[in-house]
């Protein structure tokens, strides 16, 4: 319902574009793992893979499960609730790899957090948390790196400037762009396996914001 839904809205507050490298792949029991810059950039993401045919289970915060509705669905529909800083962290591992069992892909993000910005520009992504590199170690799934742009042009910066940008991208339909990297044999281990996710995903990223024209990305 999410990815159908996602679908259904972001079009209505931008122009969504998605491109794929040779070799991309999204098969059953893949972690999927995406920059994240802005509440939006989940329903951007969900959208773009469900034009894909795919439909993943998201790791989120927990926080969401307490929001009338949509914790529910979110419940229903076998998300998995990352209780950050908590002894209940571990549970979204064990989810996430019962999931990736039963051949669903899983949404990550790894920065684990939105970046402390108040401005719309595009940034490469931030520092990877230990979590992706401790699914790839038990579930021994593929990963397929994912970069967003554009995100932040529907919402970002302040409460205000956020609802202020949610209202508006209706009629300023901004550009947005999801690129899908190629699938990733993550052979370090510990640290060297994150960064080396991190390194495809801000790849991914940077195709995506190019095609936008964010200097972020054509500066580099």
Known sequence: MLSRLADVLVPTVGRLTITTDAGAELAPGSIVVA???????????????????????VMATAGLWRVPLLGRALALEGHIP????????????????????????VLIYAEGGLPHRTDAAEAAPEAFRSGLSRLVRRSGAPVVPVGQAGA?????????????GLFTAPLRRPELHVHVGAPLDLTAEGAARTEQARTAVTAAWRTAAARLGEPAALAA
């Not at 209780?83 to 996430?96: P, Y």
């Not at 932040?152 to 956020?162: E, F, I, L, P």
């Open 35 to 57: 920059n994240h810059t802005s509440l939006a950039d989940p329903a951007v993401v969900l959208a773009a893979l469900h034009r894909l045919g795919v439909r993943p289970v």
């Open 82 to 105: 990352v209780h950050r800083g908590d002894r209940r962290a571990a549970d979204a591992l064990d989810g996430a790899v019962e999931a990736l069992g039963r051949g669903r892909l």
């Open 152 to 164: 932040r042009r529907v919402t970002s910066g302040s409460t205000a400037k956020q609802l202020a």
